[in-house]
Nanobody
Framework: QVQLVESGGGLVQAGGSLRLSCVASGRTFSRYAMGWFRQAPGKEREFVAAISWSGGSTYFADSVKGRFTISRDNAKNTVYLQMNSLKPEDTAVYSC??????????????????WGQGTQVTVSS
């Protein structure tokens, strides 16, 4: 079992940047593919970005492509989401997730077995 803890959320003006971090417990972090999802009030959870166990494969939702990057440091058991050029529509609770099949970058929430509690990101106009 892996436990995930997100941090780095906050309030930022439109056009600003934030970097989210997700730290995983356990010694086998490098075997997991990781993903970031978000959920805005009254909306369903949506995929944001994902990265394979090695970092060699990444995938982004169209809505964040070119603005967000995902990376990981397996030595630190951490995955990052760098968010630039933030927009008010990026406002949501952002959660990281871990997938046991580390080689496959997945975009559906049901494909991930482990979830963090989430961190709030608010972008003001």
């Amino acid at each position: 079992q892996v436990q995930l803890v997100e941090s780095g959320g906050g309030l930022v003006q439109a056009g600003g940047s934030l970097r989210l971090s997700c730290v995983a417990s356990g010694r086998t972090f490098s075997r997991y593919a990781m993903g970031w999802f978000r959920q805005a009030p009254g909306k369903e959870r949506e995929f944001v970005a994902a990265i394979s166990w090695s970092g060699g494969s990444t995938y982004f939702a169209d809505s964040v492509k070119g603005r967000f990057t995902i990376s990981r440091d397996n030595a630190k058991n951490t995955v990052y989401l760098q968010m630039n050029s933030l927009k008010p529509e990026d406002t949501a609770v952002y959660s990281c997730a871990a997938r046991d099949s580390g080689t496959v970058v997945a975009v559906r929430s049901y494909q991930y077995e482990h979830w963090g509690q989430g961190t709030q990101v608010t972008v003001s106009s």
